[in-house]
């Protein structure tokens, strides 16, 4: 991502273990979470471990641990410490493993972390004395490089499906804070890199990490965007050359980038636009064209990426990237025809609602990559062999990418939940398509839908979240189905207990069949789309 970059100097004093020889290695235990690299544990190894039989969790003191959100309401830079450290302590063999509550790190920008023991202190250490850092997901990554035929070398990292098959690629592209060589800061800067295979896909993904930033305006750089072009015709060979090894599934390959990385995402997707299957765009940088200036200089630049699903996020006064490159590339794709691509714009009261101030709203991907709805959407995608997206294979004609009607849901369930062939004549008054006449008696029979007065169905409509909460509900309680006496409410910022969907919402995230689009959000006037209901069908499934 381009990092909202803040410095200090630091003077950080090495600290003293007496008795160092008792103390053989440290091991920090990261993982990648909202902020950045995180760290959870650490394992302590000492030679001999009955001196410290009665360690407790007490003995331990950490500061410089906070949950790695810099800035507060006014703008300043803060480092506000944990109070409890979330201490625990657990010992095998002769490791000391002691689990915290995970922090920024190696700290913050005030201070590192430090970790004393009075006790013992040949057991107190810091950053300095870490000997070896292992990262979740992170060190799966495998780190190479490939040389194209225009010469252009890519330094890159590389996460294998586990699988033999030929599988789906993510593409990540960072942003203009990760330029450099060290092979790493382009994987633990935010979730970018991790989040396709944490949230549960089987995918390859690949992170190339380029050397130097791009400028603001490339699009009328005519010494830097040759470059840009360059190392995406090297990208391209690499993709191809995975492909050709039988890695990848070439109808599945898919893009997403922030920042630097979102704007690199357009130009790559309109430089090469049958490559990819859908994209994930966010917090683009001005690579289309002038965003002070009128739209149709985008359409010039997007129209071969038309067909192209894209979801667009952005916040809309980040101060880092203008969001009108957003707003006018997504005007330009739906004036010239596009159906399948999204604009999420965040507003201040949201970002400021998730501690995303001043500088930090450019972090508008933490929202993004918490969006697991957006991610099963895109991991739906698949292109047909002809390079168009498939159109389904039966006439109820359920797109991944798109919002779903009535009628597609009745089929869906119909077949899905196995309901039974009735005698029951169509029992509404409007019309509705002839392959989906006998799904809306059959799902209205058994009161799983009802129609919306009048006598009507509406096959046609879309179906929000809200509605398809109640949907799920009326599932539920046909398979008699009922919430753990001791399972607490489930808290939404945008859907209260005086909503007319509240019970509803409430039971269907219980039963793990629905789930917030992101941390305190439900999103209940947002359309059902063909992916999700997918996702929905299988939860509804495995249901006992």
Same mark, same amino acid.
């Given at each position: ?8 100097? /630091? ?36 030679? @001999? ?47 000391? =493993? ?109 992170? /190339? ?132 691509? =999204? ?38 995608? =698949? ?27 009745? /089929? ?17 008054? @409007? ?42 509900? =009326? ?10 006496? @001791?399972s607490a409410a489930i808290v939404f910022d945008d859907i209260n207990s005086k909503h007319w969907a509240y ?42």
């Amino acid at each position: 991502m381009l990092a909202l970059t803040m410095s200090l100097s /630091v003077i950080w004093p090495g600290i003293s273990r007496a008795e160092e020889a008792q103390v053989t290695q440290i091991q920090a235990n990261t993982f990648v979470g909202d902020p950045g690299e995180m760290v959870e544990s650490f394992d302590i190894t000492v030679t @001999d471990v009955e001196k410290y039989k009665n360690l407790k969790a007490s003995d331990f003191e950490i500061t410089g641990n906070y949950d790695g959100y810099p800035l507060n309401a006014a703008g300043e830079i803060v480092q506000n410490n944990y109070e409890d450290d979330g201490i625990t302590l657990t010992i095998k063999d002769r490791t000391i =493993h002691m689990a915290v509550k995970p922090f920024k790190y190696p700290g913050g920008l005030k201070s590192e972390f430090a970790v004393t023991n009075k006790t013992y202190p040949e057991l107190s250490f810091d950053q300095n004395n870490i000997d070896q850092v292992k990262t979740r997901t992170v060190d799966e990554f495998e780190h190479a490089s490939f040389t194209a035929s225009n010469g252009v070398t890519l330094s890159y990292n590389l996460k294998r499906s586990p699988s033999k098959e030929a599988k789906p690629l993510m593409v990540w592209l960072h942003g203009g804070g990760e330029v450099g060589t060290d092979g790493r800061n382009h994987l633990t800067a935010n979730r970018g890199a991790v989040v396709w295979t944490e949230s549960g896909y089987d995918t390859s993904v690949l992170a /190339v990490q380029y050397p130097e930033n791009y400028s603001f305006k490339i699009y009328d750089n005519a010494e830097q965007l040759p470059i840009m072009e360059a190392y995406f015709k090297a990208q391209y060979e690499l993709i191809q050359k995975l492909v050709a090894e039988g890695e990848v599934d070439p109808d599945r390959i898919y893009l997403s980038g922030v920042s630097s990385g979102g704007g690199g995402a357009f130009r790559f997707l309109t430089q090469y636009p049958d490559l990819f299957a859908g994209a994930i765009i966010v917090a683009a940088k001005d690579t289309i064209a002038d965003y002070t200036g009128s739209v149709d200089a985008f359409k010039q630049e997007l129209k071969g990426i038309v067909d192209v699903p894209i979801w667009i996020m952005h916040a809309e006064n980040d101060p880092t990237t203008d969001s009108r490159t957003s707003s006018l590339a997504y005007q330009a794709l739906t004036e010239m025809g596009a159906k399948q691509v =999204h604009l999420e714009l965040y507003d201040d009261a949201f970002m400021d609602s998730h501690r995303f101030y001043g500088g930090l709203k450019h972090w508008s991907w933490v929202p993004a990559f918490n969006n697991k709805e957006v991610i099963a959407s895109l991991f739906n995608l =698949h292109k047909g062999k002809t390079g168009d997206q498939d159109q389904g294979s039966s006439d109820d004609g359920v797109q991944p990418s798109e919002p779903v009607t009535r009628a597609q849901i009745a /089929v869906v369930l119909a077949d899905a939940l196995q309901l039974p062939e009735g005698t029951e004549d169509y029992p509404y008054a @409007d019309d509705a398509p002839e392959w989906a006449v006998k799904a809306i008696t059959k799902v209205t029979k058994a009161g799983l839908m009802k129609g919306i007065g009048n006598e009507t169905f509406a096959p046609e409509n879309e179906v929000t979240r809200a509605q398809m909460a109640v949907i799920v509900d =009326h599932i539920l309680s046909s398979k008699a189905w009922v919430p753990d006496d @001791d399972s607490a409410a489930i808290v939404f910022d945008d859907i209260n207990s005086k909503h007319w969907a509240y019970t509803a919402v409430q039971n269907s995230v219980r039963a793990g069949v629905l789930t917030g689009v992101i941390k305190g959000q439900f999103n209940p006037n947002h359309s059902v789309t063909g992916a999700q209901l997918e996702q929905i069908i299988d939860q509804l499934k495995q249901l006992k």
